[in-house]
């Protein structure tokens, strides 16, 4: 696990290479054994590949998603807000249990926040999604995970830049 940690970058290139069904279908099992507070699994994942739904997408935020056109999969974790207390914890374990699963795969991703963001002057970046996916009023959308065949090569950050000043102890 901790290679896959070492390794895993954001990625924002890809390849017009096509994500395999099962490959996919990993995916979808690793979201569904994303760990959730008291088991209430609030969280929905939407897996979108259609090419118009994911240029759509990729205008859900005025800067930080455009890149999900070129992508293959885009990932949309979203969840029914009054199913749980923490609802956005629980979404954000299942983002990163993505990601980490799609690297062990070998895919490039990258994160992708949505929640409290904007679109435009006039509407939010959840409220463009749920327009663009049809999606009821009571879900509310955490992030969307890019995912794709690496077009970009990104080294792994060297342990001498971690910022190990952030762990403090207590005796």
Same mark, same amino acid.
């Given at each position: 696990?901790?290679?896959?940690?070492?390794?895993?970058?954001?990625?924002?290139?890809?390849?017009?290479?096509?994500?395999?069904?099962?490959?996919?279908?990993?995916?979808?099992?690793?979201?569904?054994?994303?760990?959730?507070?008291?088991?209430?699994?609030?969280?929905?994942?939407?897996?979108?590949?259609?090419?118009?739904?994911? *240029?759509?997408? =990729?205008? @859900?935020?005025?800067?930080?998603?455009?890149?999900? $056109?070129?992508?293959? %999969? !885009?990932?949309?974790?979203?969840?029914?807000?009054?199913?749980?207390?923490?609802?956005? *914890?629980?979404? =954000?374990? @299942?983002?990163?249990?993505?990601?980490?699963?799609? $690297?062990?795969?070998? %895919? !490039?991703?990258?994160?992708?926040?949505?929640?409290?963001?904007?679109?435009?002057?006039?509407?939010?970046?959840?409220?463009?999604?749920?327009?663009?996916?049809?999606?009821?009023?009571?879900?509310?959308?955490?992030?969307?995970?890019?995912?794709?065949?690496?077009?970009?090569?990104?080294?792994?950050?060297?342990?001498?830049?971690?910022?190990?000043?952030?762990?403090?102890?207590?005796?």
């Amino acid at each position: 696990m901790l290679d896959i940690l070492r390794k895993r970058r954001s990625v924002r290139i890809y390849k017009d290479k096509a994500i395999e069904p099962e490959l996919i279908e990993l995916l979808k099992e690793a979201a569904v054994r994303s760990p959730t507070s008291r088991n209430f699994r609030p969280w929905r994942f939407i897996f979108v590949t259609d090419r118009a739904k994911l *240029e759509a997408l =990729s205008r @859900a935020k005025t800067r930080g998603s455009s890149f999900l $056109q070129g992508a293959g %999969l !885009g990932v949309v974790v979203c969840a029914g807000e009054n199913e749980s207390d923490v609802w956005i *914890e629980d979404c =954000s374990i @299942a983002s990163i249990i993505l990601q980490l699963t799609g $690297q062990s795969l070998r %895919l !490039g991703s990258c994160w992708i926040q949505i929640r409290k963001r904007i679109h435009s002057d006039s509407q939010t970046s959840e409220d463009y999604i749920k327009d663009v996916l049809g999606l009821p009023a009571n879900m509310r959308v955490e992030s969307i995970i890019a995912f794709g065949y690496p077009d970009e090569e990104k080294q792994p950050i060297p342990k001498d830049q971690l910022e190990y000043n952030k762990i403090l102890s207590v005796e």
